[in-house]
């Protein structure tokens, strides 16, 4: 118990001594600190939970045994070698990242052209966004019950699911984007005589991109966050199965935390990757004041 | 007699919109001619209607009551023939310099679209900018490519919603002798609104001072000086003062 409690103090003398380095050493040290200082407490915790279990032989004798129910920081590095060793890891990170792209990809594809076309035409956002807007509320999560029941224990439950999580930011996002639109764009293209399918691409669009992009990074993350609760329910593979068959199959916390920490790595992951699209020619204009 | 007839022929045109359940009257009737190779500015405060009316010229709105002729047919929409160069941000961010000047020459043949989109680079002064994007340049620079994406289509009108409102002022200084460069080679006429005196008193043949409140024409000043104008130009002190005094500012 005592080696954490130094990490801990450590940790935070080190990052109140850091204040006084420049911007950029700040920058790393400080949540190299705040992290494992995390990591200390974290350690703490486990072993104040740890309880002693006596049991009463058949010879009579007594043997005690030290119960750790929740894992320390070092309890999950061999859980994250097993799983990465045995398969498990790459077999239901593909198997999460599929559902997740394809009810992503489905959601973009529905959702864009819906929220240009809402976006534009006064009677198709009136039609449409009362609608919208009363399923948003609504969490994915509560579809569950009814996706199994329409799909099965399959693939497209989850699928399902995740397109819900992430169809209402997109179409929303999208519209919003399209009727923000500054009215002098729209009007330099009509006075060069820009109408119809011509104006929509070459201004709509283009105008309407950054904050396309946006809302396909928030769809992303909520598509992400949803698949765990989702192959939790509705499917029996994927790193929410994972998280949840490491509990049911003999309290292995280890191997739920293990899989809780791929989660959140694959998770920044694939924000990294959506964000390379806010370097685009094209869509860069619009995040001028953003780093 | 063809030459009497007048490019632009405003006649009781008004605006009025409304502002929940109030009536607000942005123009009050106001007649107006412009001949051919005109620089006519519109000076005067903001609220003075002078964008309303420019943008009833230029079919951005239809006017609540009387008419608008151009080469005696009613204005019945935007044309790619007469074109608008805005304050800010006219141009396209998403697109290239030489993308956004190419904007009104998309129906011609590849060749010819180069060749003129060319010839206007040079002529603003951007040449090594064509792959640039709108956010790489000063807003000297942008004004610059929209200036050129006007004057590209060989335009017979150019309506100008004060376009250097937004620059710093030497840049300022220097687009202004610009475009009056660019009137000078003939052709076009310039309908420029502003509320710089100094800019009106360089640039313009003559001056339609307005006044809101409604917006309304308050006197139309002739010019009169020959150009190149300063500030020493004789008559230039005369016809600042009076104008200042039209505007309420200055004895």
């Not at chain 1, 409690?5 to 949540?31: M, N």
């Not at chain 1, 698949?227 to 929410?240: K, P, R």
């Not at chain 1, 990294?272 to 370097?279: A, H, I, N, P, S």
């Amino acid at each position: 118990m005592i080696a954490p409690v130094v990490v801990l103090v450590l940790a935070v003398l080190v990052g109140v001594w850091a204040t006084r380095f420049s911007q950029r050493a700040q920058a790393l040290l400080l949540p190299s600190c705040t992290a494992l200082a995390l990591l200390a407490a974290w350690h703490m915790y486990s072993v104040a939970t740890e309880y002693e279990l006596r049991s009463t032989q058949a010879d009579g004798a007594v043997e005690t045994r030290l119960i750790r129910i929740f894992p320390t920081p070092w309890d999950t590095l061999p859980a994250m070698v097993e799983l990465a060793s045995d398969g498990r890891l790459a077999r239901y990170a593909m198997a999460s990242l599929f559902r997740v792209l394809s009810g992503f990809a489905l959601a973009a594809f529905i959702g864009i052209p819906l929220g240009l076309w809402a976006g534009w035409r006064r009677s198709v956002f009136l039609a449409i966004n009362p609608l919208v807007q009363g399923l948003r509320p609504i969490s994915p999560l509560a579809w569950i019950p009814i996706a199994v029941l329409s799909f099965g224990i399959q693939d497209e439950a989850a699928i399902f699911i995740i397109f819900l999580g992430a169809f209402f930011p997109i179409v929303t996002g999208t519209m919003t984007a399209v009727q923000s639109i500054p009215l002098v764009y729209v009007r330099s293209a009509q006075n060069f005589g820009l109408s119809g399918f011509e104006l929509f691409r070459r201004v709509v669009f283009p105008a309407a991109l950054p904050q396309i992009v946006t809302s396909l990074r928030i769809a992303l993350g909520v598509g992400w966050l949803v698949v765990v609760a989702a192959e939790m329910n509705a499917v029996n593979s994927g790193l929410g199965f994972l998280v949840i068959d490491a509990r049911n199959m003999g309290n292995r916390y280890d191997l739920v935390v293990a899989a809780m920490i791929a989660i959140g790595l694959i998770g920044i992951g694939l924000d990294w990757t959506v964000r390379r699209l806010e370097r685009l020619d094209e869509v860069r204009w619009g995040f001028r004041n953003q780093q | 007699m063809k030459e009497s007839t007048p490019k632009i022929r405003v006649r009781g045109a008004s605006k009025t919109f409304l502002r929940g359940e109030q009536r607000v009257e942005a123009l009050a009737p106001v007649d107006l001619e412009v001949r051919a190779g005109e620089f006519v500015c519109l000076l005067g405060p903001s609220g003075c209607g002078k964008s309303t009316l420019m943008n009833l010229i230029g079919g951005f709105e239809a006017p609540s009551g009387g008419s608008i002729e151009i080469d005696g047919l009613p204005v019945a929409g935007p044309d790619p023939r007469r074109v608008f160069v805005f304050q800010e941000y006219g141009i396209f961010p998403w697109a290239s310099v030489w993308d956004n000047i190419a904007l009104g020459l998309r129906d011609l043949p590849k060749a010819e679209q180069e060749r003129i989109v060319a010839q206007h680079i040079e002529l603003v002064g951007l040449k090594g900018f064509e792959k640039s994007f709108p956010d790489q340049l000063s807003g000297g620079m942008r004004q610059r490519v929209a200036v050129a994406r006007a004057l590209a289509v060989s335009p017979d009108i150019v309506y100008m919603d004060e376009p250097l409102g937004a620059l710093d002022s030497l840049t300022r200084l220097q687009l202004r002798g610009e475009i009056h460069r660019l009137w000078k080679r003939g052709g076009m006429t310039i309908l420029f609104v502003t509320h710089d005196v100094e800019e009106a008193l360089q640039l313009a043949d003559r001056i339609v001072v307005m006044s809101p409140r409604p917006g309304r024409i308050q006197e139309i000043v002739e010019v009169g000086m020959p150009h190149p104008r300063t500030s020493a130009t004789p008559g230039w002190a005369e016809k600042e003062s009076h104008l200042l005094r039209l505007l309420g500012v200055g004895g």
